[in-house]
């Protein structure tokens, strides 16, 4: 297996604009530029894929035929309804099929590159978008680029393929497309659906009766910070993906927990974000060999908050983690300044935090995080064959 990572990336990505909307793909401009600032992109062994949209026979492998057919007709009629198109979350816009194809083939790019051994990690910031269901778009997404990319897999051989979902939104889209796929585990740690869009991702969705045990979900209460997230984390994830044994991990990396993200409500910082990706780089090592397939997702903070949290991601995927005390460049400074002027452009790459955390025990006076944990550990640790009580499962 090559030691490379493949970055994809080709401007034409930043077609995926939906217009006035959270989803701006000036987030990914600003993530690309400040990491070609940082030398990220110019490291040995890193090599730039451009991508080519998904074909209909990858997108009809996840999404139905009746949908892409509407996809593409929509912006082409004023009057068009259904579909879950034509909303305030999914605004209809020019060239939404090819964009959003393109999106799609970008991931599953990455996702060959990795499977067929041309590189240990692959990287599409422009991914991600995981609400979209096979038959309708949903939360700002259109085509489910994981989930088709996942699908790949499959068709090339993959008979154990995990995905970690780290987005402060539960990741519905995948986890319904693989529910009763007992090949596909789904991991999603999010803000509780009882507080925030979809509304689902509780404890209790185990799986279809196929594959119990095949979707995991930790859903937190509003205001988790880094230590509470990371004691979260480390106390679920680690121990189902070593039992399940991945061939190859795919992660949907979601900047929208952050403290200062406007559309939801934990407490992260870009630090506690770079240990999580970290934490998912140990992990892929560890029980795939590397195989790591990482894409972006949400996140709303598009100055303050995803550029920095991506190059980051960048940084983990290619080698090297950039210290968080590393100033950001005065160039990129400039950039972000002009292109969303009045927004506080942050100096530094981190936000001086301290993100280590105390392990989880199943003893003394739970917080909420401890017993959202319990609650999760509760429900598919036994599925597992682990036990739910023992903190070294």
Same mark, same amino acid.
């Given at each position: 297996?090559?030691?490379?990572?493949?970055?994809?990336?080709?401007?034409?990505?930043?077609?995926?604009?939906?217009?006035?909307?959270?989803?701006?793909?000036?987030?990914?401009?600003?993530?690309?530029?400040?990491?070609?600032?940082?030398?990220?992109?110019?490291?040995?062994?890193?090599?730039?894929?451009?991508?080519?949209?998904?074909?209909?026979?990858?997108?009809?492998?996840?999404?139905?035929?009746?949908?892409?057919?509407?996809?593409?007709?929509?912006?082409?009629?004023?009057?068009?309804?259904?579909?879950?198109?034509?909303?305030?979350?999914?605004?209809?816009?020019?060239?939404?099929?090819?964009?959003?194809?393109?999106?799609?083939?970008?991931?599953?790019?990455?996702?060959?590159?990795?499977?067929?051994?041309?590189?240990?990690?692959?990287?599409?910031?422009?991914?991600?978008?995981?609400?979209?269901?096979?038959?309708?778009?949903?939360?700002?997404?259109?085509?489910?680029?994981?989930?088709?990319?996942?699908?790949?897999?499959?068709?090339?051989?993959?008979?154990?393929?995990?995905?970690?979902?780290?987005?402060?939104?539960?990741?519905?889209?995948?986890?319904?497309?693989?529910?009763?796929?007992?090949?596909?585990?789904?991991?999603?740690?999010?803000?509780?659906?009882?507080?925030?869009?979809?509304?689902?991702?509780?404890?209790?969705?185990?799986?279809?009766?196929?594959?119990?045990?095949?979707?995991?979900?930790?859903?937190?209460?509003?205001?988790?910070?880094?230590?509470?997230?990371?004691?979260?984390?480390?106390?679920?994830?680690?121990?189902?993906?070593?039992?399940?044994?991945?061939?190859?991990?795919?992660?949907?990396?979601?900047?929208?927990?952050?403290?200062?993200?406007?559309?939801? #409500?934990?407490?992260?910082?870009?630090?506690?974000?770079?240990?999580?990706?970290?934490?998912?780089?140990?992990?892929?090592?560890?029980?795939?060999?590397?195989?790591?397939?990482?894409?972006?997702?949400?996140?709303?903070?598009?100055?303050?908050?995803?550029?920095?949290?991506?190059?980051?991601?960048?940084?983990?995927?290619?080698?090297?983690?950039?210290?968080?005390?590393?100033?950001?460049?005065?160039?990129?400074?400039?950039?972000?300044?002009?292109?969303?002027?009045?927004?506080?452009?942050?100096?530094?790459?981190?936000?001086?935090?301290?993100?280590?955390?105390?392990?989880?025990?199943?003893?003394?006076?739970? #917080?909420?995080?401890?017993?959202?944990?319990?609650?999760?550990?509760?429900?598919?640790?036994?599925?597992?064959?682990?036990?739910?009580?023992?903190?070294?499962?």
């Amino acid at each position: 297996m090559a030691d490379d990572t493949v970055v994809v990336w080709d401007e034409a990505l930043l077609a995926y604009d939906l217009g006035d909307h959270p989803l701006d793909p000036v987030r990914v401009e600003l993530t690309v530029a400040l990491a070609r600032e940082l030398g990220v992109l110019d490291r040995p062994g890193v090599r730039l894929v451009r991508p080519a949209p998904a074909d209909e026979a990858l997108l009809t492998r996840v999404h139905r035929a009746d949908y892409l057919d509407a996809v593409r007709a929509a912006p082409h009629d004023p009057f068009f309804s259904g579909y879950g198109l034509g909303t305030s979350d999914n605004p209809v816009f020019e060239g939404m099929h090819e964009s959003s194809a393109l999106v799609a083939g970008a991931t599953v790019a990455a996702a060959e590159a990795v499977w067929r051994g041309e590189a240990r990690r692959a990287v599409n910031v422009a991914g991600g978008l995981h609400h979209a269901m096979a038959g309708r778009a949903a939360g700002f997404c259109v085509y489910n680029d994981p989930a088709v990319a996942i699908a790949r897999l499959l068709d090339l051989g993959a008979e154990r393929i995990a995905y970690v979902d780290v987005d402060v939104h539960h990741g519905d889209g995948v986890q319904q497309i693989f529910w009763d796929e007992p090949r596909v585990l789904t991991v999603s740690l999010h803000e509780t659906p009882l507080a925030l869009f979809p509304g689902t991702g509780f404890p209790d969705e185990t799986g279809g009766p196929a594959a119990p045990g095949s979707a995991v979900n930790l859903p937190l209460p509003p205001g988790t910070d880094d230590a509470g997230w990371q004691r979260a984390f480390h106390a679920v994830v680690p121990s189902v993906l070593r039992t399940f044994r991945p061939q190859v991990l795919v992660s949907q990396c979601g900047a929208d927990g952050h403290r200062l993200d406007p559309l939801a #409500d934990l407490r992260l910082s870009v630090d506690g974000q770079r240990a999580t990706y970290l934490a998912l780089r140990a992990l892929a090592d560890e029980l795939c060999e590397g195989r790591w397939v990482a894409t972006g997702g949400g996140g709303y903070a598009l100055v303050e908050v995803v550029p920095r949290a991506w190059t980051h991601l960048l940084a983990v995927a290619t080698g090297d983690p950039v210290d968080p005390a590393t100033p950001t460049p005065p160039a990129w400074r400039a950039l972000a300044a002009a292109r969303r002027p009045g927004r506080e452009v942050p100096l530094r790459m981190g936000d001086g935090v301290d993100p280590s955390h105390e392990p989880w025990q199943p003893t003394g006076e739970p #917080d909420a995080v401890d017993r959202a944990v319990a609650a999760t550990r509760r429900a598919v640790f036994p599925l597992f064959g682990l036990d739910p009580h023992d903190p070294r499962d």
